[in-house]
């Protein structure tokens, strides 16, 4: 079964009590089980990750984008937290990598504080989906089969 990584950056392990104004209620908990059943309608086995350390993510992408190329897997969901708007490394791993990515952010970044409103993930992105909540991800794991399996 062709599979789709669903990556979690820094903080995101908080979701549940970090900020419940911005981020709501949810844990990352209750949207890896909103991812599973998303995956499992589009007929894709999870990988859902989530790391506090930008190396480990690339790692994972690096992962990720060489299954890509043996054709295992499809790509990823990923939320890449505040490294979204930090990490030249993270948009270089991704590019180096060649792993079709559908960036995702629970929270509407260009309604927030002008340090988020700059991405060096979206460029090398396949799609964003921005602001609406944890139901993005499920979004952008329709975006991302759809862009990569309908022709
Ligand atoms: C976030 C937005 C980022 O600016 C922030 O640093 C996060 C979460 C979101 O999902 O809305 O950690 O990626």
Redesign the pocket.
């Known amino acids: 079964m062709t599979s789709v990584y669903v990556l979690n950056?820094?903080?995101?392990n908080l979701l549940g009590t970090r900020r419940p104004e911005?981020?709501g209620n949810t844990t990352l908990a209750d949207v890896e089980d909103l991812c599973r059943q998303e995956a499992g309608n589009l007929g894709l086995e999870l990988e859902f990750l989530q790391s506090n350390h930008e190396g480990q993510l690339i790692d994972w992408v690096h992962e990720a984008g060489a299954r890509v190329a043996t054709g295992e897997c499809l790509g990823a969901v990923f939320?890449?937290?505040?490294y979204?708007?930090t990490s030249i490394a993270l948009h270089d791993a991704i590019e180096g990598a060649a792993l079709p990515v559908v960036e995702?952010?629970?929270?509407n970044?260009h309604a927030?504080e002008e340090f988020?409103h700059r991405s060096y993930v979206s460029p090398v992105a396949r799609g964003v989906v921005?602001g609406f909540g944890v139901y993005g991800y499920v979004l952008a794991l329709q975006g991302l089969h759809h862009a990569l399996t309908v022709s």
């Open positions: 950056g820094p903080n995101l911005v981020y939320n890449p937290g505040a979204t708007h995702v952010h629970i929270s970044v927030r988020r921005v």
